[in-house]
C-alpha cells in the first residue's frame, strides 16, 4: 500500500469502524470496546507507516477529483506537522478506548460512546491531513458536532447538556467565521489548496500587501482561538467537563483543543513575521496563559483545575507560536511544538488519574480529597509524574520545553527591544509561576496531608490494570522524552518544526545547557511558585469573593445572560412586528411579491406581454375541455361550504394536473403528482375527521374582494412571469428550457431533462430541501423518544 492510500484509509477506517459498531455489539457485547481499540491501534499504524517518509524530510500528497467546477479535490497533504496531531489522536485514541474498557460501567450505552469517539477520531485525523481549506472546514465542523456529542454524553445531566451545548455554540460559530476567513484568503490567493500557497514566496507577499490581510488573518485566528479555548472563547471548556473523563482526556488534552493550535501552526508561514501576527496571535496567548493559569485557584473540581490548566497551556502554545518578527519568523515554533507533544502526554496522563481518583473516591471535590498516598500509591507515583513535569521540574519533558519557552521568549523581547526586553520573559514566568502553583494542588491536595475520613469511602485502592496501564504508559513517555529527549526531537519535533518553516532544522535539546539566563528564570519560578503557592487558599478565598460582588466582569455571566435572554428577546421583537394575523402576513407577502416583480419589468422598460408571444395556439379540443375542468375544480375548492367536498375538488384538480403532464409527454412528472396528490389526500381525510364539516368563518365582501385582487394579482405574476421564462424577457435573453435541453446531456450526463435540472442545475436548492426534511425528521425522531422515555 503506497502512502497516499494509507493516509486515505486512515481517514475513512475510523468512520467505517464506527458503523460497524452496532453489529460489532452484537459480537463483542461487553467487549465492544476492544473492537474499537483495533480500530483505533489500525489507524496508528496506517500513520507509522507513512512516519519514516516524513521523518526523513519528505511530504506525503495526492488528491481524487471532487469538485472540478471549482477547482477542488479531496487532497492530502501529510507532512511533520500533521504526522504529529496524528499520532496524538490516533495513539492517545487507542490509550483512551483501553481505559475506557475498566472506566465506564456496563449499564453505560457502550456502543455510542465508542461510536462517537471513533468519528471524533476521524474528523481530527481527516482536519490535519487536508489538502485545502473547505476539505479543513469540513472536518473542522465535524470534529465540534462530534465532541458535541460526546461531552453531552450523558443525556440526562443538565450540566452535561449545558457544557455540550455552549462547546458547540462557540466553536462551531467561531468555525463558520474562520471559514469567511479561508473564502477572502482564496479570493486574494485563486485557490483553496493549502500547499500550494505554504511554497510560493510570491503568493505569501501577494497576501502580506494585500488590504484585506489583517482582516483575513483575523477571521481564521477567531476560528483557532474559539477551538482551542483562547482569549474570550475559553469559557466553554471548563463546562466541557461533565463529560465522561476519558473523554475529556482524549479530546481536552491531545485532539480538539489541540486543532486550534494546529490551524495557527500550519498558517504560520502565511501570516507569520509581521507584527499583527505577533500581537494577535502571541498577545492572545499570553493573557489567556496568565489569566487562566491565575482563574485555576479557585477551582475545586480536579477536573475544572484540569482545565483551567489546560487553557493556560494552550496559551503557552500560542504565545510561542506567536513569536515572530521579520527576520526571524520562527523564534518560538520549535519550542512551541515540543510543548504541544509533552503536554498531550501528562495531561492526558492527569486526566486519566482524575478518573481514577473519582472513580475509587466518588467525588473529585479536592476539598473531600487527600491523604490518599498510602491507600493509591501507584497512582500516586503517576499523579506526581505527570503534575511535577507540568510544572516543569526536571528532569521530566515538561522541563524541556519550559526551559525552550523561557528561551524564546528572551529572544523575543531582545528581538524587539525594550520594553518588551523585560516584559515578555516577565509575562513568561508569570504564567510559570501559576503553572507551578496549581500543579503543586494537585498532589498535595488529593494524596498529601490528612485524609477526610467523614468525606470518603472506607476502602479505596489503586484501580485495575486496565485504567492503571494506560495512565503509567503515559507517565512513562514523560520520562522518557525527558531523559533521553533526542527520540521525541529528532523524530517528532523537527520533522515537525521543518513543516512548519519549510526548511531543514536541527535542534540540540538536553537536560543541562549549563547556567543559562532561561535556567536562572526557572530557578525564579520555582521560588516565586512556592510563595505563591503558600498563599493559595487565600488567593482563591479572594477571586470568590471579588467574583460575588463584580459577576458582570465573567464572560460566563454575559454568554448565560445572552442565551437565556434570546428566547424573551426574541418574544419582545416578534410582539412588535408580528402582531396580526398568519392571513395578514401572507397577504403581506403575496403582496410583495407582485411588487418585486413588476420593478424590474417598470426599471427595464419591458413589455409585460413579451412581442415574441405568438397568439395563435393550436389546442386540441380535449385539451380544451381539461383545461375547463381544471378551472371549473378551482373555483369549487374556494366556493364550496364543506370542507370535505373542497377536499375533493382540490384533489380533483391535482389529480387533472397529472393527466396535463401525461398528455404533455412527462410521465415521471405525472407519477410524482399521483403520488403527492394521493398522499395529501389521505392527510387532508385524516385531518377532516377530528373537525366540524362545514365552514363557519363568515366572510365579508369587503375581505372576499381584497381576497380575490391578491388572487387575480398573485396569478396574473405567475402568468406572466413564466410566459417571459418561455419566450425571453428582455433581449439578449433567450428562453431558459434552450439551455436545458442543449447541455443536460453534456454537462449534467443525463437525458431526462427534469431530473438533470433537479439533481444537477438546481442540485444545491434540492440539497437544502432535502436537509431541511431531514433535519424535520429528527426533530420528529427526537420528540418520539423523548415522549416514551418520559413515559
Same mark, same amino acid.
Given at each position: 500500500?503506497?502512502?497516499?492510500?494509507?493516509?486515505?484509509?486512515?481517514?475513512?477506517?475510523?468512520?467505517?469502524?464506527?458503523?460497524?459498531?452496532?453489529?460489532?455489539?452484537?459480537?463483542?457485547?461487553?467487549?465492544?470496546?476492544?473492537?474499537?481499540?483495533?480500530?483505533?491501534?489500525?489507524?496508528?499504524?496506517?500513520?507509522?507507516?507513512?512516519?519514516?517518509?516524513?521523518?526523513?524530510? #519528505?511530504?506525503?500528497?495526492?488528491?481524487?477529483?471532487?469538485?472540478?467546477?471549482?477547482?477542488?479535490?479531496? &487532497?492530502?497533504?501529510?507532512?511533520?506537522?500533521?504526522?504529529?496531531?496524528?499520532?496524538?489522536?490516533?495513539?492517545?485514541?487507542?490509550?483512551?478506548?483501553?481505559?475506557?474498557?475498566?472506566?465506564?460501567?456496563?449499564?453505560?450505552?457502550?456502543?455510542?460512546?465508542?461510536?462517537?469517539?471513533?468519528?471524533?477520531?476521524?474528523?481530527?485525523?481527516?482536519?490535519?491531513?487536508? %489538502?485545502?481549506?473547505?476539505?479543513?472546514?469540513?472536518?473542522?465542523?465535524?470534529?465540534?458536532?462530534?465532541?458535541?456529542?460526546?461531552?453531552?454524553?450523558?443525556?440526562?445531566?443538565? =450540566?452535561?447538556?449545558?457544557?455540550?451545548?455552549?462547546?458547540?455554540?462557540?466553536?462551531?460559530?467561531?468555525?463558520?467565521?474562520?471559514?469567511?476567513?479561508?473564502?477572502?484568503?482564496? &479570493?486574494?490567493?485563486?485557490?483553496?489548496?493549502?500547499?500550494?500557497?505554504?511554497?510560493?514566496?510570491?503568493?505569501? &507577499?501577494?497576501?502580506?500587501?494585500?488590504?484585506?490581510?489583517?482582516?483575513?488573518?483575523?477571521?481564521?485566528?477567531?476560528?483557532?482561538?474559539?477551538?482551542?479555548?483562547?482569549?474570550? +472563547?475559553?469559557?466553554?471548556?471548563?463546562?466541557?467537563? *461533565?463529560?465522561?473523563?476519558?473523554?475529556?482526556?482524549?479530546?481536552?488534552?491531545?485532539?480538539?483543543?489541540?486543532?486550534?493550535?494546529?490551524?495557527?501552526?500550519?498558517?504560520?508561514?502565511?501570516?507569520?513575521?509581521?507584527?499583527?501576527?505577533?500581537?494577535?496571535?502571541?498577545?492572545?496567548?499570553?493573557?489567556?496563559?496568565?489569566? %487562566?493559569?491565575?482563574?485555576?485557584?479557585?477551582?475545586?473540581?480536579?477536573?475544572?483545575?484540569?482545565?483551567?490548566?489546560?487553557? $493556560?497551556?494552550?496559551?503557552?502554545?500560542?504565545?510561542?507560536?506567536?513569536?515572530?518578527?521579520?527576520?526571524?519568523?520562527?523564534?518560538?515554533?520549535? /519550542?512551541?511544538?515540543?510543548?504541544?507533544?509533552?503536554?498531550?502526554?501528562?495531561?492526558? @496522563?492527569?486526566?486519566?488519574?482524575?478518573?481514577?481518583? %473519582?472513580?475509587? /473516591?466518588?467525588?473529585?471535590?479536592?476539598?473531600?480529597?487527600?491523604?490518599?498516598?498510602?491507600?493509591?500509591?501507584?497512582? +500516586?507515583?503517576? %499523579? $506526581?509524574?505527570?503534575?511535577?513535569?507540568?510544572?516543569?521540574?526536571?528532569?521530566? !519533558?515538561?522541563?524541556?520545553?519550559?526551559?525552550?519557552?523561557?528561551?524564546?521568549?528572551?529572544?523575543?523581547?531582545?528581538?524587539?527591544?525594550?520594553?518588551?526586553?523585560?516584559?515578555?520573559?516577565?509575562?513568561?514566568?508569570?504564567?510559570?509561576?501559576?503553572?507551578?502553583?496549581?500543579?503543586?494542588?494537585?498532589?498535595?491536595?488529593?494524596?498529601?496531608?490528612?485524609?477526610?475520613?467523614?468525606?470518603?469511602?472506607?476502602?479505596?485502592?489503586?484501580?485495575?490494570?486496565?485504567?492503571?496501564?494506560?495512565?503509567?504508559?503515559?507517565? +512513562?513517555?514523560?520520562?522518557?522524552?525527558?531523559?533521553?529527549?533526542?527520540?521525541?526531537?529528532?523524530?517528532?519535533?523537527?520533522?515537525?518544526?521543518?513543516?512548519?518553516?519549510?526548511?531543514?532544522?536541527?535542534?540540540?535539546?538536553?537536560?543541562?545547557?549549563?547556567?543559562?539566563?532561561?535556567?536562572?528564570?526557572?530557578?525564579?519560578?520555582?521560588?516565586?511558585?512556592?510563595?505563591?503557592?503558600?498563599?493559595?487558599?487565600?488567593?482563591?478565598?479572594?477571586? #470568590?469573593?471579588?467574583? =460575588?460582588?463584580?459577576?458582570?466582569?465573567?464572560?460566563?455571566?454575559?454568554?448565560?445572560?445572552?442565551?437565556?435572554?434570546?428566547?424573551?428577546?426574541?418574544?419582545?421583537?416578534?410582539?412588535?412586528?408580528?402582531?396580526?394575523?398568519?392571513?395578514?402576513?401572507? $397577504?403581506?407577502?403575496?403582496?410583495?411579491?407582485?411588487?418585486?416583480?413588476?420593478?424590474?419589468?417598470?426599471?427595464?422598460?419591458?413589455?409585460?406581454?413579451?412581442?415574441?408571444?405568438?397568439?395563435?395556439?393550436?389546442? /386540441?379540443?380535449?385539451?380544451?375541455?381539461?383545461?375547463?375542468?381544471?378551472?371549473?375544480?378551482?373555483?369549487?375548492?374556494?366556493?364550496?361550504?364543506?370542507?370535505?367536498?373542497?377536499?375533493?375538488?382540490?384533489?380533483?384538480?391535482?389529480?387533472?394536473?397529472?393527466?396535463?403532464?401525461?398528455?404533455?409527454?412527462?410521465?415521471?412528472? /405525472?407519477?410524482?403528482?399521483?403520488?403527492?396528490?394521493?398522499?395529501?389526500?389521505?392527510?387532508?381525510?385524516?385531518?377532516?375527521?377530528?373537525?366540524?364539516?362545514?365552514?363557519?368563518?363568515?366572510?365579508?365582501?369587503?375581505?372576499?374582494?381584497?381576497?380575490?385582487?391578491?388572487?387575480?394579482?398573485?396569478?396574473?405574476?405567475?402568468?406572466?412571469?413564466?410566459?417571459?421564462?418561455?419566450?425571453?424577457?428582455?433581449?439578449?435573453?433567450?428562453?431558459? &428550457?434552450?439551455?436545458?435541453? *442543449? !447541455?443536460?446531456?453534456?454537462?449534467?450526463?443525463?437525458?431526462?431533462?427534469?431530473?438533470?435540472?433537479?439533481?444537477? +442545475?438546481?442540485?444545491?436548492?434540492?440539497?437544502?430541501?432535502?436537509?431541511?426534511? @431531514?433535519?424535520?425528521?429528527?426533530?420528529?425522531?427526537?420528540?418520539?423518544?423523548?415522549?416514551?422515555?418520559?413515559?
Amino acid at each position: 500500500m503506497d502512502s497516499f492510500n494509507a493516509i486515505a484509509l486512515a481517514i475513512f477506517l475510523p468512520f467505517i469502524f464506527a458503523g460497524l459498531i452496532p453489529l460489532a455489539n452484537k459480537v463483542f457485547k461487553q467487549y465492544i470496546g476492544w473492537f474499537a481499540v483495533a480500530g483505533a491501534l489500525t489507524i496508528f499504524l496506517l500513520i507509522a507507516k507513512v512516519a519514516p517518509i516524513i521523518i526523513h524530510g #519528505d511530504t506525503v500528497s495526492g488528491g481524487v477529483s471532487w469538485l472540478p467546477s471549482v477547482g477542488l479535490e479531496f &487532497s492530502i497533504y501529510a507532512d511533520g506537522l500533521s504526522m504529529l496531531i496524528g499520532f496524538l489522536a490516533s495513539g492517545i485514541g487507542v490509550i483512551i478506548m483501553s481505559y475506557s474498557n475498566g472506566y465506564m460501567s456496563q449499564k453505560e450505552d457502550l456502543p455510542r460512546y465508542y461510536k462517537w469517539l471513533l468519528l471524533f477520531m476521524g474528523s481530527m485525523i481527516g482536519m490535519v491531513f487536508s %489538502a485545502n481549506t473547505i476539505q479543513l472546514f469540513i472536518f473542522w465542523e465535524l470534529t465540534s458536532i462530534t465532541s458535541f456529542m460526546l461531552i453531552g454524553y450523558w443525556r440526562n445531566k443538565p =450540566e452535561s447538556i449545558y457544557g455540550a451545548t455552549k462547546s458547540l455554540v462557540l466553536t462551531a460559530s467561531g468555525g463558520l467565521v474562520m471559514f469567511a476567513g479561508f473564502l477572502l484568503l482564496s &479570493s486574494i490567493t485563486g485557490t483553496f489548496d493549502i500547499p500550494t500557497i505554504l511554497h510560493s514566496e510570491s503568493l505569501i &507577499s501577494a497576501i502580506h500587501e494585500h488590504k484585506f490581510f489583517l482582516l483575513t488573518l483575523t477571521l481564521i485566528f477567531i476560528g483557532a482561538a474559539a477551538k482551542s479555548a483562547q482569549g474570550p +472563547f475559553y469559557v466553554w471548556l471548563p463546562n466541557a467537563m *461533565e463529560a465522561p473523563t476519558p473523554v475529556s482526556a482524549f479530546l481536552h488534552s491531545a485532539t480538539m483543543v489541540k486543532a486550534g493550535i494546529y490551524l495557527v501552526a500550519r498558517i504560520h508561514p502565511i501570516f507569520s513575521g509581521t507584527d499583527a501576527w505577533f500581537y494577535l496571535v502571541a498577545g492572545t496567548g499570553m493573557a489567556t496563559m496568565v489569566v %487562566a493559569g491565575f482563574l485555576a485557584f479557585r477551582q475545586t473540581d480536579i477536573k475544572a483545575i484540569l482545565a483551567y490548566s489546560t487553557i $493556560s497551556q494552550l496559551g503557552y502554545l500560542m504565545t510561542m507560536y506567536g513569536y515572530t518578527t521579520q527576520h526571524e519568523p520562527g523564534i518560538g515554533v520549535a /519550542a512551541a511544538t515540543f510543548h504541544l507533544l509533552n503536554h498531550a502526554t501528562f495531561k492526558a @496522563c492527569l486526566f486519566l488519574v482524575a478518573g481514577i481518583v %473519582a472513580h475509587e /473516591a466518588s467525588t473529585r471535590d479536592i476539598r473531600k480529597l487527600g491523604g490518599l498516598r498510602r491507600e493509591m500509591p501507584i497512582t +500516586f507515583i503517576i %499523579a $506526581s509524574i505527570g503534575a511535577l513535569s507540568m510544572a516543569g521540574i526536571p528532569p521530566l !519533558n515538561g522541563f524541556l520545553s519550559k526551559e525552550m519557552f523561557y528561551e524564546s521568549s528572551i529572544e523575543m523581547g531582545a528581538a524587539i527591544g525594550s520594553p518588551y526586553t523585560i516584559l515578555i520573559p516577565a509575562i513568561a514566568v508569570l504564567g510559570g509561576v501559576f503553572t507551578f502553583a496549581y500543579s503543586i494542588k494537585l498532589i498535595d491536595g488529593i494524596f498529601l496531608g490528612k485524609r477526610h475520613d467523614d468525606e470518603l469511602p472506607n476502602h479505596i485502592h489503586d484501580p485495575g490494570a486496565t485504567m492503571l496501564i494506560p495512565a503509567a504508559f503515559l507517565a +512513562f513517555l514523560v520520562i522518557l522524552f525527558g531523559l533521553v529527549p533526542s527520540i521525541p526531537v529528532h523524530n517528532i519535533v523537527e520533522p515537525t518544526t521543518a513543516g512548519i518553516l519549510l526548511e531543514h532544522v536541527e535542534l540540540h535539546v538536553k537536560l543541562w545547557h549549563g547556567f543559562t539566563p532561561s535556567l536562572f528564570m526557572t530557578m525564579f519560578t520555582f521560588i516565586i511558585g512556592l510563595l505563591v503557592y503558600s498563599k493559595y487558599d487565600a488567593i482563591a478565598t479572594w477571586q #470568590d469573593r471579588f467574583n =460575588e460582588r463584580h459577576s458582570a466582569v465573567s464572560i460566563n455571566y454575559h454568554y448565560d445572560a445572552v442565551v437565556n435572554n434570546a428566547r424573551s428577546s426574541a418574544h419582545k421583537i416578534s410582539a412588535i412586528i408580528q402582531p396580526g394575523t398568519v392571513k395578514t402576513y401572507m $397577504s403581506a407577502v403575496l403582496a410583495l411579491i407582485v411588487v418585486l416583480v413588476f420593478i424590474p419589468i417598470v426599471l427595464l422598460g419591458a413589455n409585460i406581454i413579451p412581442h415574441t408571444l405568438n397568439f395563435n395556439f393550436n389546442i /386540441a379540443p380535449y385539451e380544451i375541455l381539461l383545461m375547463l375542468l381544471m378551472v371549473i375544480a378551482a373555483i369549487a375548492a374556494t366556493i364550496l361550504p364543506g370542507y370535505l367536498p373542497a377536499i375533493i375538488a382540490l384533489s380533483a384538480l391535482g389529480y387533472m394536473v397529472s393527466m396535463l403532464f401525461i398528455y404533455l409527454k412527462a410521465p415521471d412528472l /405525472a407519477l410524482t403528482q399521483v403520488l403527492v396528490e394521493t398522499l395529501s389526500t389521505i392527510i387532508f381525510l385524516l385531518a377532516i375527521v377530528k373537525i366540524p364539516q362545514k365552514f363557519k368563518e363568515t366572510i365579508s365582501k369587503t375581505t372576499f374582494a381584497r381576497d380575490a385582487i391578491i388572487s387575480v394579482a398573485i396569478a396574473s405574476t405567475v402568468f406572466i412571469m413564466l410566459i417571459n421564462a418561455t419566450q425571453g424577457i428582455v433581449s439578449p435573453f433567450e428562453s431558459l &428550457s434552450h439551455y436545458f435541453i *442543449e !447541455n443536460s446531456l453534456s454537462l449534467a450526463g443525463g437525458h431526462n431533462i427534469v431530473n438533470v435540472i433537479i439533481v444537477d +442545475f438546481r442540485g444545491y436548492d434540492t440539497l437544502g430541501e432535502i436537509s431541511v426534511l @431531514c433535519l424535520a425528521a429528527l426533530g420528529v425522531y427526537n420528540l418520539i423518544h423523548s415522549r416514551s422515555e418520559e413515559k
